[in-house]
Nanobody, 124 residues
Framework: QVQLVESGGGLVQAGGSLRLSCAAS????????MAWFLQAPGKEREFVAV????????DYADSVKGRFTISRHNGKNTVYLQMNSLKPEDTAVYYC?????????????????WGQGTQVTVSS
């Protein structure tokens, strides 16, 4: 398993942007598919975006398509989530996750390795 640490969350006004980062430990990061999930208070953790091991395949939740971009730099053991045109409903704790194989539209139960999360708050 890989150990994951998210960063980059914060408070931003609606319409603004943030870039989240997820740093992974270990020499096998480049073999993992990576994903971002969010969890709003009182709600289940839900899928945001996923990227294959080499960045060649991505998938997004409909709610963020066209606004968010997932990318990765295997040389830096890091995956990113660029979030533009943020909305108050994007407010949540954002988690990154890793799994051995790519899945489109994965669910929470498809991942075994998680970070501790980073809070994103979008004010109206």
């Amino acid at each position: 398993q890989v150990q994951l640490v998210e960063s980059g969350g914060g408070l931003v006004q609606a319409g603004g942007s943030l870039r989240l980062s997820c740093a992974a430990s270990g020499r096998t990061f480049g073999t993992y598919a990576m994903a971002w999930f969010l969890q709003a208070p009182g709600k289940e953790r839900e899928f945001v975006a996923v990227i294959s091991w080499n960045g060649g395949i991505t998938d997004y939740a409909d709610s963020v398509k066209g606004r968010f971009t997932i990318s990765r730099h295997n040389g830096k053991n890091t995956v990113y989530l660029q979030m533009n045109s943020l909305k108050p409903e994007d407010t949540a704790v954002y988690y990154c996750a890793a799994r051995r194989t790519y899945l489109p539209r994965p669910t929470f139960g498809d991942f075994g390795s998680w970070g501790q999360g980073t809070q994103v708050t979008v004010s109206s």
